[in-house]
Structures are given as structure tokens and as C-alpha cells.
């Protein structure tokens, strides 16, 4: 009998969860989500590899003919997103300011390597 009167309730109730992706759900705009170097900005020094908590950026060299004049080591950060955790701590150590942010979460892709590489180089071409 107790099951019923559960059962009947539960009839009547808003529902708890909702329909993803057809609904969506409501993101904070500061929260942070993905984020990339622009290169027009980076000076290749590092730093944010360096402090990356979980390791999740490494310093690539850039294409000879695509090394802007500022970045005289020709080295650009690449994140790893599905190693990052989001702490923002390569945003805010960046010396010039160089990271664009977003409040992107839906990152899932059928790729088993998500980064910023490509994100980032096509801040030169911009
Ligand atoms: S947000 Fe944090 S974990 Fe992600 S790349 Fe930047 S420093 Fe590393
Ligand atoms: S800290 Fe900023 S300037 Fe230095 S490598 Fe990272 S993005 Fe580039």
C-alpha cells in the first residue's frame, strides 16, 4: 500500500532530471570551460606549462614560417583537455595576458586526443 501512495505522488511530481541534450542545462557565464593560447599574444616562456597542476599543457615548436615576431623561442602551449581540470591557474600566470576563455563544457568528441593545438595555431591566421 505504501508503494502505491509512493508510486501515485511521484505521478504528480516535477521531475528531477531533464531531457540533455534536447534541453540544456544552465551554465554560470564565469564558469570556466575550454580555453587556448592566442598566438598573437604568446611569447613562448613556459610559465603555464611549468604551473599546470595536472601537467595537462605542453610546449610545442612552431612552424618556421608561422612564428610571430614576439615569440622569439618559437615554443606555444597545448593543452590537453582531458587531462586539464580547469583550475584557470595557466590564465591567470600567463605574463601577456594570452589565454582566451570560454565557458565551453560540452567537449566530447569520439577522438581520443582533444587539445588546442588546432584552436591555437588558427589565432595566426585570423
Ligand atoms: S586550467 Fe589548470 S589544469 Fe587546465 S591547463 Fe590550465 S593550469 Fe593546467
Ligand atoms: S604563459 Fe602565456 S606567454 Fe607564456 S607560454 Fe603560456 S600562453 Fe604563452
Same mark, same amino acid.
Given at each position: !500500500?505504501?508503494?502505491?501512495?509512493?508510486?501515485?505522488?511521484?505521478?504528480?511530481?516535477?521531475?528531477?532530471?531533464?531531457?540533455?541534450?534536447?534541453?540544456?542545462?544552465?551554465?554560470?557565464?564565469?564558469?570556466?570551460?575550454?580555453?587556448?593560447a592566442d598566438l598573437k599574444k604568446c611569447?613562448?616562456?613556459?610559465?603555464?606549462? !611549468?604551473?599546470?597542476?595536472?601537467?595537462? /599543457?605542453? !610546449?610545442?615548436?612552431?612552424?618556421?614560417?608561422?612564428?610571430p615576431p614576439q615569440n622569439?623561442?618559437?615554443?606555444?602551449?597545448? /593543452?590537453?583537455?582531458?587531462?586539464?581540470?580547469?583550475?584557470?591557474?595557466?590564465?591567470?600566470?600567463?605574463?601577456v595576458?594570452a589565454?582566451v576563455?570560454?565557458?565551453?563544457?560540452?567537449?566530447?568528441?569520439?577522438?581520443?586526443?582533444?587539445?588546442?593545438?588546432?584552436?591555437s595555431?588558427?589565432t595566426l591566421s585570423r
Amino acid at each position: !500500500m505504501r508503494i502505491a501512495g509512493e508510486v501515485l505522488r511521484n505521478l504528480f511530481r516535477k521531475p528531477a532530471t531533464i531531457q540533455y541534450p534536447k534541453q540544456q542545462t544552465q551554465i554560470e557565464p564565469d564558469a570556466r570551460g575550454r580555453h587556448f593560447a592566442d598566438l598573437k599574444k604568446c611569447i613562448g616562456c613556459s610559465l603555464c606549462a !611549468m604551473d599546470c597542476p595536472s601537467k595537462a /599543457i605542453v !610546449m610545442k615548436k612552431l612552424p618556421e614560417d608561422k612564428k610571430p615576431p614576439q615569440n622569439r623561442r618559437g615554443l606555444y602551449p597545448v /593543452i590537453n583537455y582531458l587531462n586539464c581540470i580547469y583550475c584557470y591557474r595557466c590564465v591567470t600566470i600567463c605574463p601577456v595576458k594570452a589565454y582566451v576563455t570560454s565557458s565551453e563544457y560540452r567537449l566530447a568528441t569520439e577522438s581520443k586526443v582533444l587539445t588546442s593545438e588546432e584552436l591555437s595555431l588558427s589565432t595566426l591566421s585570423r
